[in-house]
């Protein structure tokens, strides 16, 4: 995948078929550490993942000649996809032990890993769930600050922690790619400050007609196909 804006109609995430569907499919994984005493905050998870889709991209082993260099460019040229499962206690010290990165937020963390194939999980990564990511805020989550990126999400959608997670992902690596080296280069160094929040309802027609980077699930799970998710309105971009 080079540096250039996704053309609309090879973008990853169309449901209908296009030419990336005949490439070798990967998935990347991402593990949230949901323990049943102390599971993190909803908001937080989300923020996290996409931080952490952002820390995987511009890790030096996922660029050039890097040892994840070569997953990484035959996933970005298929279907982006991304699976968010849990894990606690000893799942959670397995998941650690695997190559990958941990991103951890105010109350979550999240481990992202290399691209794998869709159908070759390492055996301690698949037998983990992906349901039972429904999380919660304990606080009230304060407005985004309009100086930083803003990952909105379509307000008319229930998605699931886990499902939002992955979304959420999505939006962040859309703006990644639209940005300038620069750019990239100057949100990295600030360590990737973001925020996720709902669009405000009478908002979001006008988001996602904006030319903002916008995400339309391929609708593998939970919600319907070409459903409009997530714009990423990072400022640069504006």
Do not use: Y
Not at 16 to 32: I, K
Not at 58 to 79: C, F, I, K, L, N
Not at 205 to 229: M, Q
């Amino acid at each position: 995948m080079n540096n250039d804006r996704t053309p609309a109609t090879d973008s990853p995430f169309r449901h209908e078929s296009s030419a990336r569907d005949a490439a070798p499919q990967f998935v990347l994984p991402l593990v949230a550490r949901i323990e049943r005493a102390a599971p993190p905050a909803r908001t937080d998870a989300l923020e996290t993942a996409a931080r952490a889709v952002l820390v995987m991209l511009a890790d030096e082993r996922s660029t050039g000649e890097g040892e994840w260099a070569r997953v990484m460019r035959d996933w970005q040229d298929a279907r982006i996809r991304k699976v968010v499962r849990r894990a606690r206690g000893a799942e959670w010290r397995r998941a650690e032990a695997l190559p990958g990165i941990t991103v951890t937020g105010t109350s979550a963390e999240v481990r992202v890993f290399p691209p794998v194939p869709l159908d070759g999980w390492p055996k301690d990564l698949a037998r983990l769930q992906v349901s039972g990511t429904d999380l919660e805020d304990r606080e009230p989550v304060p407005p985004a600050d309009p100086t930083a990126p803003v990952l909105w999400l379509n307000p008319d959608l229930d998605m699931s922690a886990g499902k939002a997670m992955a979304q959420a992902g999505h939006a962040a690596q859309l703006a990644w790619w639209e940005l300038t080296d620069e750019d990239r280069t100057a949100w990295r160094d600030a360590g990737f400050p973001l925020s996720v929040r709902p669009a405000v309802p009478s908002h979001w027609p006008a988001l996602i007609t904006s030319g903002l980077p916008l995400v339309r699930d391929a609708g593998f799970t939970e919600i319907a196909p070409g459903s409009s998710t997530v714009v990423a309105d990072h400022p640069a971009l504006r």
